[in-house]
């Protein structure tokens, strides 16, 4: 079980029998009355974020959720195809469902889907992908003591603010919880 003081970003959490994902929340102790918890969920079956308020102290369950290594082969129109590495079915998953995810998804990659009752409802990644630089402005020479910044394009699509050192077919550290640069990949 989990409690309020137990929250942060990607906690999984069951409501009502349903799985929900904190996306946000903030602990509020107002000057009057008890603490409380207001949080941003994301429901895992549907992908409808909700804002909910809870008591300080509350407990809440960890939802039965399976989860299987899969390879992301391709994507056709708005669904995700992935393949069991072990049984080599094949289910699909769409862009709600994957979410911001499908931002730092390479096709052949292995990633982790999410089941909930046999149904799969997701996925989720390492927290560190090393992708390659497709598209980004040279940098200027001798700018490299600031910490300015240039968008880039990944082989992805996402587009991320790097430092200005970072050039086209460089491979990045990327957080995927974030979204942001680490450092270049070694």
């Known amino acids: 079980m989990y409690s309020t ?3 942060r970003k990607g906690l999984k959490i069951e409501i009502e029998g349903k799985p929900y994902e904190i996306i946000d929340f903030l602990h509020v102790k107002p000057g009057k009355g008890g603490a409380f918890v207001r949080t ?3 429901n895992l079956l549907n992908g409808r974020v909700i804002d909910r308020t809870f008591r300080s102290g509350e407990k ?3 939802p039965h959720l399976q989860e299987r290594q899969m390879q992301y082969l391709y994507k ?3 669904n995700y195809c992935l393949m069991d590495n072990e049984t080599y079915e094949q289910i699909y998953l769409s862009e709600e469902q994957i979410g911001e995810s499908r931002l730092f998804m390479v096709e052949n990659e292995t990633v982790n889907a999410v089941f909930f009752n046999e149904k799969p409802i997701g996925i989720d990644l390492p927290i560190f992908v090393e992708l390659s630089v497709t598209n980004t402005e040279p940098g200027v020479k001798g700018d490299t003591a600031t910490k300015t ?3 880039a394009t990944l082989e992805t699509g996402a587009v991320m603010p790097v430092p ?3 050039d086209v077919g460089d491979r990045i550290k990327v957080d995927t ?5 680490v450092e270049r990949a070694k």
């Open 164 to 166: 200005i050192f970072i």
């Open 76 to 78: 056709e129109g708005t």
């Open 149 to 151: 910044t240039k968008p």
């Open 5 to 7: 003081s137990k929250f």
């Open 60 to 62: 809440f369950n960890r």
């Open 177 to 181: 919880r974030t979204g942001s640069y």
């Open 40 to 42: 941003k969920l994301r």
